[in-house]
């Protein structure tokens, strides 16, 4: 599965005079479904290449879509839901990445790899630390995108106090041997939450999700460092004997939500700060000239939207047309989907990409629109 480091690194590469060919397939599917929907996109790329005027590019990356052939035929399958693969031969590049989560069939032959379907899932591609506890003992996960893999050496397991005395008999447990026992799952709870928080730095998590019987997740949640807390995604309730595969789809379920929220926090900011002098800015050409000036803190974008538009050669400079470069002068070529280029260039930047789910929002704001880091 591809990282955050790979994909910055993806968002940096610039293949021209090169094209790049980009694949992304599901592959919950047979061997011969996955060859016949490779087959099917790069018939229905040879139709568009050629009747665009592209057709000598379309040639050109032949030995790019036989090696994407022969990986697939290679693949054994099951156990990945979706690939991305990007290959250009003249330049050396060869990657490719299996999902956990399927993806939409796309073939894309174009200037830089289509980075678009992934940069969308920044958010998620970072590693999460999900948490599940009881009274007496906690157990730690590592992953995202639904998978995760236990720690099974950071387990936790407390000296359990017994709940009533020898010969009570079903009696309540003296003052005692109750504060014994609250004295040790409270000791625990706080051994658990330092113990997430050294993970959490450790495994570089950027989120952090909890799990268990009910009452459980609160109680840890009430120990958790300001640090940890802000980075809380959400709780679920669990048996702390529970599945790898339970806990990773609730772990996902409350992402989920929490990627909901979010949005409806971004789309709230970005509405408050429109205006003059507001850190915000709305609509492609105003969205394109805020990252080349390095100013976009994150981008938002709908899922669906796609335009054509310029990109120059020589600084950069992406527009809503191409022609004459605003900032060198030099004539800029005409690309698809300037959105993709954006996309990368944002995560080169260190922006954060949001793919927003509210499309009706973002269609009021243009489909495009960025929060800035300053005015």
């Known amino acids: 599965m591809i990282d955050a480091h790979e994909l910055h690194e993806l968002a940096e590469m610039d293949t021209r005079p090169h094209p790049t060919v980009s694949l992304y397939l599901a592959l919950d599917q047979t061997r011969e479904a996955r060859l016949q929907a490779l087959s099917d996109l790069i018939n229905r790329k040879k139709l568009d290449m050629n009747g665009n005027g592209s057709r000598k590019v379309f040639e050109s990356v032949a030995g790019d879509l036989d090696k994407a052939r022969r990986y697939l035929e290679e693949m054994e399958p099951g156990g990945a839901g979706g690939l991305a693969l990007f290959s250009c031969e003249p330049a050396g590049l060869f990657e490719a990445y299996t999902l956990p989560l399927p993806v939409a069939d796309r073939l894309e032959v174009g200037p830089v790899p289509y980075i678009r379907p992934l940069g969308a899932l920044t958010r998620d591609f970072a590693c999460t630390l999900a948490v599940v506890a009881d009274r007496r003992s906690a157990r730690f996960f590592v992953g995202s995108l639904g998978e995760l893999e236990e720690l099974r050496d950071q387990a936790m397991v ?139 803190h994150t981008l ?43 996309v990368a260039q944002a995560i080169d930047s260190g922006a954060v990409v949001e793919e927003m789910q509210d499309i009706a929002g973002m269609e009021r704001v243009g489909n495009i629109a960025a929060l800035l880091r300053y005015a």
């Open 158 to 296: 407390s000296t359990a106090v017994p709940s009533e005395r020898h010969g009570d008999r079903g009696r309540t447990m003296d003052s005692h041997l109750k504060r014994r026992a609250e004295e040790t799952t409270r000791n625990l709870y706080k051994e658990a939450a330092q113990r997430a928080m050294d993970l959490m730095n450790a495994h570089q998590c950027q989120g952090l999700v909890i799990g268990g019987p009910k009452g459980a997740a609160e109680a840890l949640q009430a120990q958790l460092h300001p640090f940890l807390a802000e980075r809380l995604e959400g709780c679920f309730v669990c048996e702390v004997g529970a599945s790898p595969a339970t806990v990773a789809a609730a772990a996902a379920a409350v992402q989920s939500d929490a990627r909901t929220a979010r949005h409806d926090r971004l789309l709230e900011t970005l509405n408050n700060n429109l205006g003059p002098g507001g850190q915000a800015t709305s609509g492609l050409n105003e969205v394109l000239a805020s990252l080349y000036e390095g100013k976009v």
């Open 300 to 342: 938002l974008i709908a899922g669906d939207y796609t335009i054509s538009g310029g990109a120059c050669p020589v600084c950069g400079r992406l527009r809503h047309v191409a022609g004459p470069c605003p900032i060198c002068g030099e004539d800029m070529t005409r690309v698809h989907d300037v959105v993709n280029l954006a």
